[in-house]
T-cell receptor, first 109, second 112 residues
Framework: RKEVEQDPGPFNVPEGATVAFNCTYS??????FFWYRQDCRKEPKLLMS???SGNEDGRFTAQLNRASQYISLLIRDSKLSDSATYLC??????????FGKGTKLSVKP | EAQVTQNPRYLITVTGKKLTVTCSQN?????MSWYRQDPGLGLRQIYY???????DKGDVPEGYKVSRKEKRNFPLILESPSPNQTSLYFC???????????FGPGTRLTVL
């Protein structure tokens, strides 16, 4: 099982749609989780951290299910500017960050 | 301005010609890392450094070297580049134990 797995997509959705991305991780001892966003040919940037209790930032909600080793990202009321690749990230046992391959989102007018 | 800089941004070279990609950060971060990104394979870690004089292999270290003599710099060295090292390379830095990594703009390397 890969350390961090994501559905590669692409997810093609209309503006205003709600879209959810899922991610699973293999190391049950992992403590820190994040979502990064990467625009085409640009560097990845932190979107949000994922806390045990779940957290929300505007239209974005991140959830963690430790029992199932599963992380999710929900985007409500999608905008054209949300089009990007979303990377699930888990902190490894050595302190390094382990990136999933990313899920590509395309929001259409 | 807080940033991570990489040079060069674009490089075309030939097999076997040693090259160095520089990475520098001005945020006093302990942690620095190099990644390569290839279509369908995502970001793969090459090497990382938790602090000065401390470096560790990532997932794909073969064919690469790094050094961390100063906190701000973390150069990536390809002693004898090969075509399979053609890729987009990112350097990143962050606080030790912190979640956010700040990435450089990337270096697109082509080895002929």
């Amino acid at each position: 099982r890969k350390e961090v797995e994501q559905d590669p997509g692409p997810f093609n959705v209309p503006e205003g749609a709600t879209v959810a991305f899922n991610c699973t991780y293999s190391n049950s001892a992992s403590q820190s989780f994040f979502w990064y966003r990467q625009d085409c040919r640009k560097e990845p940037k932190l979107l949000m951290s994922v806390y045990s209790s779940g957290n929300e930032d505007g239209r974005f909600t991140a959830q963690l299910n430790r029992a199932s080793q599963y992380i999710s990202l929900l985007i409500r009321d999608s905008k054209l500017s949300d089009s990007a690749t979303y990377l699930c990230v888990v902190r490894g046992s050595q302190g390094n960050l382990i990136f999933g391959k990313g899920t590509k989102l395309s929001v259409k007018p | 301005e807080a940033q991570v800089t990489q040079n060069p941004r674009y490089l075309i070279t030939v097999t076997g010609k040693k090259l160095t990609v520089t990475c520098s950060q001005n945020m006093n971060h302990e942690y620095m890392s190099w990644y390569r990104q290839d279509p369908g394979l995502g970001l793969r870690q090459i090497y990382y450094s938790m602090n000065v004089e401390v470096t560790d292999k990532g997932d794909v270290p073969e064919g690469y070297k790094v050094s961390r003599k100063e906190k701000r710099n973390f150069p990536l060295i390809l002693e004898s580049p090969s075509p399979n090292q053609t890729s987009l390379y990112f350097c990143a830095s962050g606080l030790a134990g912190g979640g956010e990594q700040f990435f450089g703009p990337g270096t697109r390397l082509t080895v002929l």
